[in-house]
Nanobody, 123 residues
Framework: VQLQAFGGGLVQAGGSLRLSCAASGRTISIYVMGWFRQAPGKEREFVAAINWSGARTYNGDSVKGRFTISRDDTKNTVYLAMNSLKPEDTAVYYC?????????????????WGQGTLVTVSS
């Protein structure tokens, strides 16, 4: 499956953005979908994941209560709604896909990746 993330941009602290990840080549309905981010000089960080049915989600500790992952398999798209953004959320955000059921937080378990979209939060 090929993934393309978009929707990033510049936003003030406290603002909101919604990222989208459009898939092509295969339906995403059989995949666990995830979002990761990587800030300059830092390790890739788990943000959120959603299972194939959408019934189970899991968020990283740093974004709990602020970010929401969702999916629309009819559009073959996954979303990340980001609210109450903070300067420390500034990073390149990547969407990823993996076959299986587990909502793993380890990026090494995801086999397909999009190209990333930059989110910059100003203070």
């Amino acid at each position: 499956v090929q993934l393309q993330a978009f929707g990033g941009g510049l936003v003030q602290a406290g603002g909101s953005l919604r990222l989208s990840c459009a898939a092509s080549g295969r339906t995403i309905s059989i995949y666990v979908m995830g979002w990761f981010r990587q800030a300059p000089g830092k390790e890739r960080e788990f943000v959120a994941a959603i299972n194939w049915s959408g019934a189970r989600t899991y968020n990283g500790d740093s974004v709990k209560g602020r970010f929401t992952i969702s999916r629309d398999d009819t559009k073959n798209t996954v979303y990340l709604a980001m609210n109450s953004l903070k300067p420390e959320d500034t990073a390149v955000y990547y969407c990823a896909a993996r076959l299986g059921e587990a909502l793993t937080t380890d990026y090494k378990n995801f086999g397909s990746w999009g190209q990333g979209t930059l989110v910059t939060v100003s203070s």
